[in-house]
């Protein structure tokens, strides 16, 4: 019973983080590596609404604050939840980590190893499985963004923190082309 106990703990751990992953990277516009360094504490609230500090990876290489939705906000509290008893054994404030239940071994979560198992587990079949992309996700936002919300495209660039505003019309034509495709 314990091996049993033990394995659906690591089971809903993996799936629960699959699926905040997913919310995140949708509602952040962030890639992969930068999901993966959020620390614990990396959401905060203000009068004006909340922040999540992120790494910005392929441009600025810093870590900087984001507008977050009361959605992130959760997702950030669930992993802050998951993740304590592995970061007080580990030390690490990493969010992607979780104890095991039988001893204190922590086991960190890799996003890319255990989605395939949790579309699986939602019943998602292989015929409509697709490979993610990080830019899948960026263009998501970036087309809701703009195309949903009437948002501007200098506000889009520097959420992205797109160095120069060329880098975002790319993502926002490259929208405009994959719906061209299906058609």
Same mark, same amino acid.
């Given at each position: ?7 659906? *703990?690591?089971?809903? /751990?993996? %799936? ?8 995140? /990277? ?15 504490? /990396?959401? *905060?609230? *203000?009068?004006?609404? %909340? ?23 959760? /997702? ?54 697709? *490979?993610?992309?990080? %830019? ?25 923190? %797109? ?21």
């Amino acid at each position: 019973e314990q091996s049993q106990n033990y394995s659906l *703990t690591s089971f809903l /751990c993996r %799936h629960m983080m699959v699926a905040i992953n997913l919310v995140l /990277c949708f509602f952040t516009a962030r890639r992969s590596v930068e999901i993966q360094s959020l620390k614990a504490g /990396c959401i *905060t609230s *203000t009068a004006s609404g %909340h922040w999540i500090e992120m790494y910005v990876a392929k441009t600025y290489k810093i870590n900087d604050q984001f507008p977050a939705t009361n959605l992130m906000k959760i /997702c950030i509290e669930l992993l802050e939840d998951i993740s304590l008893p592995a970061r007080k054994i580990s030390g690490d404030s990493c969010l992607w980590q979780y104890k095991n239940l039988l001893n204190d071994d922590v086991s960190k979560f890799y996003f890319k190893s255990c989605r395939s198992a949790y579309f699986k587990f939602i019943d998602i079949k292989d015929e409509y499985s697709w *490979t993610f992309s990080q %830019h899948q996700f960026r263009r998501f936002f970036s087309g809701m963004f703009v195309n949903y919300f009437g948002g501007r495209v200098d506000t889009l660039q520097y959420y992205l923190r %797109h160095e120069n505003i060329a880098m975002t019309y790319d993502y926002l034509n490259s929208i405009s082309e994959d719906y061209g495709q299906e058609s």
